[in-house]
């Protein structure tokens, strides 16, 4: 058995549960890139249990040797920081590999003896978290295998609990449908829909910074905002996922899960406490409040793009239909505008703009808050020639801070206004921690913490606002597209949604 890790004691939590943690789709890029950093991370701060195993299945055939060999040059070339040697050497041992098809019996099969083995050697005590890194094809034939042989019941104080991965769905129907056939075998309880977005640190300061400082909460209403702007930009492509983007686009891709939760977050009421389901209930009393949007209301209120060739950080790029794996007559969309209205007493008349695209300038996520602008009357008779609106910017990446833009007077004996913008940076405050996105969601899978994941009435109301939407562009082939060039801020329609003077922030 390997030694207990000999590191400083961590002040950020208690460390999770005895428990073993098993990869579907062990061999792909998500297990290298995300899941196994963000355990050795977690590891590093002291937030795994001694008590821990990692039991990878996929179809690729492996020995536990080849398996852990694997992970350890994998671990060198994706950390998020310098690797610590002896969490590496108390992690390697607690690897092991299962090779075979989902739907093979006898694959889950001699999963079940691993997991028996690992309860012997690392005395993990039955607790399972099952991670899906596969395909949503493959989700209920994995859910469905497990169920059949007992290995999410839960009995004794023993857990089982299931990560999925998105997407849940490509509409409204299959998304019902998904949630029906996982809810034959799962309880809620033990299903974690996983959104990486909801890891991001800013993303959980929202909850923070809206609801621990008594200076914002007054004025974050339909009284003093005059609209929001919620950005999810890319300098990116498709990069090589063609077939999948074929088959998504855009408004599925980004808008439906990424988006709606940033907005949820922005827009919610105070919950009674941060209780999981209390937080989640607030999220899905947004997404309720949506506006629904007809046929009418999607001509005149949801913009689709498509990018062409272009010029991009001082190289040509070619357009989206030039992509690998991609119909070269292709009507997916790269690029999506919204305008939403949210229909409670809080935000009544208050335009929401979502706005996500690939191949844009810059690659950005933030949530802007435009204030009204005060009256101009007292300026009238000075050298003011106009007001500028404050606005509060939460940047969610690359670099996490918030910003407030205001005005204060220019020295000199005239009456002059300059802009002054308050910048505050995570890492200047706080330093920098190596990071995935994925360390905070794995602690609350293993901690039964839900409230970074999505309940089935979260999905399916998401679904249901975009499915008109889908709707409306799959009667109405685009005839336009590609419509702007890769390296701009998307097609000219986008600009003309946001109006009565307002801008987006390019």
């Not at 949630?179 to 959104?195: A, F, G, P, S, T």
């Not at 793009?305 to 190289?315: F, H, N, S």
């Amino acid at each position: 058995m390997a030694d207990e890790i000999d590191l400083p004691p961590s002040n950020q939590g208690v460390p999770a549960p005895a428990c073993a943690m098993v990869i579907f789709g062990a061999s792909g890029d998500l297990t290298k890139r995300k899941l196994i950093p963000a355990i050795h991370n977690l590891a590093t701060h002291h937030l795994l249990p001694q008590d821990f195993a990692v039991i990878g299945v996929s179809r690729s055939e492996m020995t536990d040797g080849d398996f852990r060999n694997k992970i350890r040059d994998e671990m060198k070339e994706f950390a998020t920081g310098e690797l610590e040697d002896k969490v590496v050497e108390w992690l390697i041992p607690r690897l092991s590999y299962v090779a075979g098809d989902f739907h093979d019996d006898a694959t889950f099969e001699k999963l079940r003896e691993r997991l028996q083995e690992a309860d012997e050697t690392w005395k993990t005590q039955g607790c399972y978290l099952f991670y899906l890194a596969v395909p949503p094809s493959q989700f209920c034939q994995v859910v469905q295998e497990l169920g059949e042989r007992g290995l999410v019941e839960e009995r004794d104080g023993q857990w089982r609990r299931v990560v999925i991965e998105k997407p849940f769905g490509h509409d409204l129907e299959s998304a019902r449908a998904l949630n029906r056939d996982i809810m034959k075998v799962l309880d809620e309880k033990q299903i974690y829909r996983i959104d990486h977005y909801l890891g991001k640190e800013t993303v959980q300061n929202i909850l923070a910074f809206r609801f621990a400082n008594g200076i914002f909460e007054p004025i974050w209403n339909r009284r003093y905002v005059d609209h929001v702007q919620i950005t999810v930009a890319e300098t990116v492509g498709v990069e090589g996922r063609g077939g999948y983007y074929e088959e998504a686009g855009a408004l599925r891709d980004m808008v439906q899960n990424h988006m709606f939760q940033l907005l949820a977050l922005t827009a919610m009421e105070p919950p009674t406490s941060f209780a999981p389901d209390a937080v989640r209930d607030e999220r899905v009393k947004v997404l309720c409040g949506i506006k629904p949007l007809d046929h009418e209301d999607v001509l005149r209120s949801a913009i689709r793009g498509q990018y062409g060739e272009g010029e991009l950080e001082g190289k040509r790029v070619p357009g989206y239909r030039q992509e690998p794996n991609v119909n070269p007559e292709s009507p997916v969309e790269t690029f999506v505008a919204l305008e939403l209205f949210v229909e409670n007493w809080r935000w009544a008349g208050v335009p929401f703009y979502l706005r996500t695209g690939k191949r844009l300038p810059r690659r950005v996520t933030e949530i802007a808050i435009q204030f009204k602008c005060a009256p101009f009357v007292m300026f009238r008779e000075t050298d003011v020639e106009q007001l500028k609106p404050n606005v509060l910017v939460i940047r969610i990446q690359p670099e996490e801070g918030i910003s407030l833009r205001f005005e204060g007077k220019v020295p000199g004996p005239t009456m002059r206004l300059g802009t002054v913008k308050m910048d505050f940076r995570y890492s200047d405050y706080f330093g920098s921690t190596p990071s995935t996105g994925y360390e905070t969601l794995l602690y609350d899978v293993m901690t039964a913490d839900s409230t970074l994941f999505h309940r089935t009435d979260m999905v399916e109301v998401g679904w249901s606002v975009v499915t008109p939407i889908l709707d409306v562009w799959k009667a109405i082939t685009p005839r336009n597209f590609p419509n702007y060039a890769a390296g701009s801020w998307g097609p000219r329609e986008a600009d003309e949604l946001i109006k009565d003077g307002r801008k987006w922030r390019n």
